[in-house]
């Protein structure tokens, strides 16, 4: 068994150095597009300043972009000192039943933008119009990190699109991202006003609100490697609330100083401190001293009168604070929760509420709010509406992410203690039972359209469209009446904000297709966003509302127009539901996270008019003038794949010198993608090539070109060996998917040899055999492994592969099969804790390159064609070898510690802590010899280090002790996990 990868550990560090240094500001660069479909071809339109890429049949939304995008372009001008030089490439994808969007400047200016709305209660919710609030955020980032002058635009002009030159891609995230929500919401026409960007939101003011109300505001060194810490995304929301305190204190024209000041430094990180104290006077450790006492002076009588003012639920059963928002339902039987606390396996559960023993003669029961009993129903993933009927059952829809990269929502029965699909790749997002239980309400979004249909839940095929959207508007959550006679619903007219609607859908739903689209009718029309309405028993409508700048929970009788208030929380109350018998269930925003709240009688705080709260937002039309716009064309890939950018590379030691080149590429599309580079050995005249190739995710090909140095001595001779190590893997991945494409199947082909180059005369007395193996190969894989937030690693889950190769079909050295298949399971601990089960077996034929067992490099086991080792932590690699082998692996892993904190603003921090114990176990044998188990033992430290404010670069330290005599050993180890 050869173990050439060994020997050139220098050289993989090197190209990771390269890699890194390349990649620094693209943690999201070449994210492909989802798989190409039949007769959807992809088409590109040009403007000015931008180029976009679109699949036919979405070309309104396209051209509606870049005059959107060219209209951004010139909103921002007088903002930077300079604008791109070169068109951005958009790419406007319809992949994804959420909404999002991300920017890079590598390896060139890129925009990436999903067309799916944002519903109400989101923080992307309030704007005018989804697009352009995107567009607007995205284009922020590039023109930010485009600003560059001084020494490195001239390396720019040399080297090309390197991340390193870049100086502001190499800043905090709070910065970059801080910025941008900043100009989100302010736009320099001066159209700012209430409801426009999160940083004018309620969402925002409520989590700044309660990040005062903590206590103590996040510190710099924190929230500059924001990550997993509550709340999620703190960087947007601090990052924000700090441009915007640096603008209203300095000026606009300071913080552009800033940026253009910044641009001109070569030395990323370092550097930062000095330009703030030469702009604004104070390094950044002063001005966010300075800024935090600011905010929380000026949210300190805000709180203190909230707090004051305060009516609202206790907490249900003494309820966990959560990371996200839960969903929930009303059911006959009790609350339904689907509980997603970020570290253990997401569940349905149902509260059954306990009965208080004292009644009076002839009185209703009464609940004992304090106690009652969360009862496991079912297990659930990526859960996003729930409903229940008292003879339909639970129904709910959740997102499934496919192997095509895209993920779509379905609607899903639960039937039997299991979840039964009614529909496939169908984007129903949010469903509802309708009143005879035989029917459903479900609404979706395709193309950015909101549609609402009505589905015969015996029969999904047999539906009827009830309403489609038109441009601009976006349909919300929604519930049914009792009588099943009416929907009501949060909608988004076109230019204005969120308001609440009634459709008339006629007895059990009107079932007949129909003839003529529905209308809806308008039941408010404020400037408040009115959120998550469901109708009480009595017919009044209940839903969180923001009407004095706090969400809160309202009762609105819709035939009188009187509005009741029922809490008045500190931080908000979101998501309410009327539960029988329980009373008003909601969630509300806390410090330390989400908390589920009951309030079993709740009295009218206030009552009014709804109209007494009427206005209307009546945006104008972001685009001024339209874009000059090129005639669609077919898209091609070659503008943007070819190389923007090249690294030069140089080693030097005593046996040879190398210089050589590294540069990367991708397409608009991320569909190609790739790495390249290149070392010639001067002294020695060898070369070494390392070419990779991927398509999507199902194309991979890696050619390996590389030279090991092995120094002989003879008595006082001595001298090295050259060889050569030629890789080459070709695989193509998901030739068939099944059950949500956790089960795939791949083929692969695996080349791998070793010749002689040169040696010295006296070599003859070493033995050296030149050797080629050639395998063809097919692998099955299944994957239903999940990972949570608060959860190292793996938090739950199976995996299983099982792998059969030849040497028969490619020259080779070796003949014969060789067949191996390995077992995951982890199972979810109480905790932030799992405990893990490995079981790998293999099998290869007389003539076939034989198995290895031992040494520390457990990833070398993920490989999936071409493996030929396997682990044994105790133990030398290749303790054993042998045409058989069988091991076992049993981990138990725990988060230990969150530091996320960052030495200053130096680029380096720390992230998670986690330890594991773990035991070891295996043999490698050949026909007719005993099994001789080797077993090991130890445990690792695995320490989450934070390099330039955003990358995770794990990195463990770990000790092991194999308990053979002969062949174990006490070992300390250290293994450095991938940039990326």
Not at 125 to 138: K, P, T, V, Y
Request: proline share 4%.
């Amino acid at each position: 068994m050869r173990n050439n990868k060994k020997n050139h550990q220098w050289r993989g560090v090197l190209t990771a150095l390269a890699i890194a240094l390349g990649g620094m500001a693209a943690p999201i660069s070449a994210m492909p597009v989802g798989w190409e479909e039949a007769g959807k071809p992809w088409l590109s339109q040009g403007s000015p300043h931008f180029t976009i890429h679109y699949v036919q049949g979405h070309q309104d939304a396209a051209e509606r972009a870049l005059d959107i995008a060219e209209q951004v372009h010139r909103d921002l001008r007088p903002f930077f000192s300079t604008m791109p030089a070169k068109k951005t490439e958009i790419v406007l994808v319809d992949d994804f039943d959420f909404s999002n969007g991300w920017a890079t400047p590598l390896p060139f200016a890129q925009i990436r933008l999903y067309m799916s709305p944002p519903e109400e209660g989101s923080d992307l919710a309030f704007s005018d119009e989804w697009l352009h609030m995107l567009i607007r955020h995205e284009y922020v980032h590039i023109a930010h990190m485009e600003l560059a002058a001084g020494a490195p635009k001239a390396l720019q002009n040399v080297f090309g699109r390197q991340g390193f030159l870049f100086p502001h891609a190499l800043t905090p995230s709070m910065l970059i991202e801080g910025l941008a929500v900043y100009l989100e919401s302010n736009p320099v026409d001066g159209r700012a006003e209430r409801g426009y960007g999160r940083l004018q939101s309620t969402n925002y003011a409520m989590k700044i609100r309660m990040e005062a109300a903590s206590g103590e505001l996040k510190p710099l060194n924190q929230v500059v490697v924001a990550d997993r810490e509550w709340p999620l995304g703190y960087q947007y929301l601090y990052g924000a609330y700090f441009v915007q305190y640096l603008v209203q204190t300095y000026g606009e024209e300071k913080v552009s100083a800033f940026l253009d000041n910044y641009s001109r430094r070569l030395i990323p990180y370092f550097l930062i401190n000095r330009t703030a104290r030469q702009t604004f006077g104070k390094d950044f450790e002063a001005l966010w001293l300075d800024f935090s006492t600011e905010l929380e002076v000026m949210l300190s009588a805000e709180l203190r009168q909230a707090s004051i003012d305060y009516v609202g639920g206790h907490s249900l059963d003494h309820s966990e604070l959560l990371p996200f928002l839960q969903v929930m339902a009303a059911s006959h039987e009790g609350l339904l929760l689907n509980r997603n606390n970020g570290e253990d396996r997401t569940r349905v559960e149902r509260w059954q509420p306990q009965f208080s023993d004292e009644l009076q003669a002839n009185a209703k029961p009464r609940v004992n709010t304090n106690q009652g009993n969360w009862q496991t129903l079912v297990s659930s993933k990526n859960i996003t509406s729930l409903d229940s009927h008292p003879s339909g059952g639970i129904i709910a829809t959740r997102q499934v992410n496919r192997a095509d990269g895209r993920a779509f929502n379905d609607i899903y029965l639960l039937r039997e203690g299991r979840w039964q699909a009614l529909t496939e790749r169908e984007r129903f997002k949010q469903v509802r039972w309708l009143a005879d239980g035989k029917h459903l309400l479900a609404m979706r979004k395709v193309s950015g359209i909101s549609e609402l249909w009505q589905l015969d839940a015996t029969n999904p095929k047999q539906r009827t469209l009830l309403w489609q959207a038109n441009k601009g508007e976006v349909l919300g959550s929604f519930d049914v009446s009792n009588d099943g006679k009416h929907v009501i619903a949060a909608l988004q007219r076109h230019q204005q904000g969120w308001n609440l609607e009634q459709l008339d859908i006629g007895p059990e739903g009107d079932s007949q297709k129909q003839k003529k689209q529905k209308q809806w009718t308008p039941i408010t029309n404020t400037k408040a966003h009115e959120s998550s309405p469901t109708y009480l028993p009595d017919g009044r409508v209940l839903f969180s509302a923001d009407y004095d700048g706090v969400f809160d929970v309202y009762a609105l009788d819709i035939a009188s127009g009187n509005l009741e208030r029922w809490t008045r929380e500190i931080g908000g109350a979101l998501k309410p539901v009327w539960q029988p018998e329980l009373g008003l269930v909601y969630q509300s925003y806390g410090s330390q996270g989400y908390e589920v709240k009951l309030l079993a009688e709740p009295q009218a705080l206030s009552n009014v008019q709804v109209s007494e709260y009427q206005a209307q937002y009546d945006y104008p039309d972001v685009v001024q003038q339209p874009a000059e716009k090129g005639e669609p064309k077919p898209y091609q890939p070659w503008k943007t794949v070819r190389p923007h950018n090249w690294l030069p590379l140089a080693y030097i030691d005593d046996v040879r010198t190398q210089i050589g080149a590294f540069t990367f590429g991708s397409d608009a599309l991320g569909q190609h993608n790739y790495t390249l580079s290149a070392l010639w050995d001067t002294d020695n005249d060898v070369g070494d090539f390392t070419a990779i190739y991927q398509y999507d995710n199902r194309w991979l090909a890696i050619l390996n070109s590389s030279h090991s140095y092995d120094k002989l001595t003879l008595g006082d001779q001595s001298g090295y060996r050259i060889t050569r190590d030629d890789y080459l893997l070709l695989q193509r991945s998901h030739l068939f998917n099944a059950f949500e494409d956790q089960l795939s199947l791949h083929a692969g082909v695996y080349i791998d040899s070793e010749s002689l180059v040169s040696q010295p005369n006296f070599a003859s007395a070493f033995r050296y055999r030149e050797i080629k193996e050639s395998l063809v190969g097919l692998a099955v894989t299944f994957d239903n492994r999940e990972s949570y937030l608060n959860v190292p690693g793996i938090g739950w889950g199976h995996y299983f592969d099982a792998v059969a190769e030849t040497n028969e079909v490619i020259n080779s050295d070796y003949e014969g099969q060789k067949y191996q298949a390995q077992w995951n399971v982890t199972w979810d601990l109480p905790g932030r804790t799992t405990l893990t089960a490995r079981l790998a077996g293999g099998y290869a034929d007389d003539g076939a390159q034989r198995f290895g067992i031992g040494g520390t490099d457990i990833y070398e086991e993920r490989r999936l064609f071409g493996r030929d080792s396997q682990a044994i932590r105790g133990y030398d690699d290749n303790a054993q070898r042998g045409d058989r082998y069988f091991t076992q692996r049993l981990s138990l892993t725990s988060h230990l510690a969150r530091v996320e904190r960052n030495w200053a603003l130096f680029p380096i921090g720390l992230g998670d802590i986690s330890g594991t114990a773990f035991v070891d176990s295996g043999a490698a044998w050949d026909s007719g010899e005993s099994l001789e188990q080797l077993t090991g033992t130890g445990v690792e430290l695995t320490v989450e280090a934070k390099l330039g404010y955003g990358l995770r670069f794990p990195v463990t330290v770990g000790y092991a002790y194999g308990f053979d005599d002969e062949l174990g050993k006490d070992e300390f180890y250290l293994r450095v996990s991938s940039l990326f």
